[in-house]
Nanobody, 123 residues
Framework: VQLQASGGGLVQPGGSLRLSCAASGFTLDSYTIGWFRQAPGKEREGVSC????????YYADSVKGRFTISRDNAKNTVYLQMNSLKPEDTAVYYC?????????????????WGQGTLVTVSS
């Protein structure tokens, strides 16, 4: 079981990026997947989550209206479309599998963390 996050890079404020979370060794659509981020000197925080059962999506208040999570089961991939990026979105972004029964935004509820991808928003 392995997840791999990709798609990060350097973007100007107001720009967009699409992150991908690709799965290998299992079928991703059977699982609820979350995106988290960790900025330098800060704790890891939940950004978004998409459920396996009915595709319900969840967002942190800080990204609501700007980020969109989705899944492509044919490609075994979950995406995070990030628009209107701000410097405060700069962080390493991770995806992981929800294996707990608590809050979607708590990283304690997740396992099988993928290697992160760095997003830098700067002019």
């Amino acid at each position: 079981v392995q997840l791999q996050a990709s798609g990060g890079g350097l973007v100007q404020p107001g720009g967009s990026l699409r992150l991908s979370c690709a799965a290998s060794g299992f079928t991703l659509d059977s699982y609820t997947i979350g995106w988290f981020r960790q900025a330098p000197g800060k704790e890891r925080e939940g950004v978004s989550c998409i459920s396996s059962s009915d595709g319900t999506t969840y967002y942190a208040d800080s990204v609501k209206g700007r980020f969109t999570i989705s899944r492509d089961n044919a490609k075994n991939t979950v995406y995070l479309q990030m628009n209107s990026l701000k410097p405060e979105d700069t962080a390493v972004y991770y995806c992981a599998i929800y294996t707990g029964d608590g809050r979607w935004s708590s990283d304690d509820e997740y396992d099988y963390w993928g290697q992160g991808t760095l997003v830098t928003v700067s002019s």
